[in-house]
């Protein structure tokens, strides 16, 4: 019911930001929470950061707290990440994703019913 296009993702010199777009199709939108999940090369897919489908609270990984904000535009359909002070080690395809009123925050992949089909994010030194 949920289709996910991501946008934003560039080349960027280490210490600088981007922001992130996700946008979700549909009228029910505001029904879900939001995540962002990151893929590098050799490694698992990790968890980012989320954002409840309710009040806009958020959650972050350690890797990314004080660095990283996620936001949610309900009337736009649209959820975003900004990420400050980038890192080369936050070079990665970075995928956005939902998942319907979850109980807890949901900082599984496995948890997530729907996926965008990602957007690069490369942070040279």
């Known amino acids: 019911q949920v289709q996910l296009v991501e946008s934003g993702g560039g080349l960027v010199q280490a210490g600088g930001s981007l922001r992130l777009s996700c946008a979700a199709s549909g009228r029910t939108f505001s029904n879900y929470d939001m995540g962002w999940f990151r893929q590098a090369p050799g490694k698992e897919r990790e968890f980012v950061a989320t954002v409840r489908w309710s009040g806009g609270r958020a959650y972050y990984a350690d890797s990314v707290q004080g660095r990283f904000s996620i936001s949610r535009d309900n009337a736009k359909n649209t959820v975003y990440l900004q990420m400050n002070s980038l890192k080369p080690e936050d070079t990665a395809v970075y995928y956005c994703?939902?998942?319907?009123?979850?109980?807890?925050?949901?900082?599984?992949?496995?948890?997530?019913?729907?996926w965008g089909q990602g957007t690069q994010v490369t942070v040279s030194s």
């Open positions: 994703a939902a998942v319907l009123w979850p109980a807890r925050p949901a900082r599984g992949a496995h948890e997530y019913n729907y």
